[in-house]
C-alpha cells in the first residue's frame, strides 16, 4: 500500500511517518517545500521515504504528484499553522490552507482510483461556540475566530462536499492543540520550554515573557495524535468529521506552572501585550465520543510526561 503525506517537514510530519513505519507493507511518500530540509530517515526506524518537492499553491504540481504516485492513503498535512502568523498573514494563509486543500481535492477527484484522504482541521474552528467547562462535540456550529480556524473550516466543509457529490473518500480530522518535543518555538509550550532550557544554561536572564495566560485548551501528545490519523484513514467514515484530542482543557499559567516546577533555576514572569492575539477563544475542550466509538483510541502519554519530554528537548537542543 502507498501512503503519501503532503507536508511531512513540518512538526507531525516526522511523528506521521514513524507511526506509519511500523507497518513494513507500507511504501512510504512525502512531500516538503523545496527549501526545506530532507526527511530524516533514521526518525523513520531505518524505513525508507521517497521524498517529493512540493508547494500546494502549485495546482498543477499537485495534479502531477498525484498522478506519478497513485497513493491509496493520503494525509493532508501541508499548512500555515500558526494563529499568529495566519493574523500577519492572512493572504498566504489561504493560499495554503484553502487553495491547497482545494489543489488537491481536484487532483484526487482527476484519479481513478479515488483514494482515501484524511484533511486536518482544528479545535479552533468551533470557536466562539464552545464555553467554558463544556466539551463540544463535531455537530457544534462553527464560529472560527481567527484566519487559521476560518481557512481551517472551509476546508472541512469543502472536503464533506467533495465527499458527497465525487465519493472521494474524505474523513476529516479536528485536532485539537498538539504538543511535544520539536515543536516550533512559535508556539507557546514550545516557547516556554525553550526560555526555560536557555535561562538554565545562563544564554538570557531568568525572566520568561508570555501573553494570554488565562485561555484554556485541550492539549494533547502529537505522538497520540498520529496514532489516531492513521486509524482514522482507516476506519473514519467518509465525510465525517472526528474530534481528537485529550479531553480535558487546561489553562495556559497551569501549562507555565507546570514547566516552571521542572525548572532548574528560579523565573519571573513577564507580561508583554505584544505577544496577545487580537482575538483569543477563552475555553476550548473536546468531546471525542465520536471518535471512541468508532475505535478504541485514547491518549498514552500524560501531560505532565509530554512537558518533560519538551524541556529535555529544548534542553538538549541547545
Known sequence: MKALIIGASGFVGPYLLAELARDKTIELHATKLPAEPPFTPAAQDGSSVQSYDLDVRDGNAVHALIREINPDHVYHLAALSSIKQSWDRPELTVDINLKGALH?????????????????????????????????????????????????????????????????????????NHIGPGQDPAFAVSDFSRQIAQMEKGLCPPVIRVGNLSAKRDFCDVRDIVRAYVRLLHAGEPGETYNIGSGQAVSIQEILNKLLALAHCPVTIQTEPQRFRPVDIPHIQADTRKLSALFDWKPRYALDDTLLDMLHYWRQAL
Open 104 to 176: 488537491l481535492l481536484e487532483a484526487l477527484r482527476a484519479t481513478p482510483k479515488k483514494p482515501r484522504v484524511l484533511l486536518v482541521g482544528t479545535g479552533e474552528e468551533y470557536g466562539f461556540s464552545a464555553r467554558a467547562h463544556e466539551s463540544i462535540s463535531e455537530d457544534a456550529p462553527l464560529a472560527p475566530g481567527n484566519v487559521y480556524a476560518v481557512t481551517k473550516a472551509a476546508q472541512n466543509l469543502l472536503g464533506a462536499v467533495y465527499a458527497k457529490a465525487y465519493r472521494i473518500p474524505a474523513v476529516m480530522a479536528r485536532s485539537f
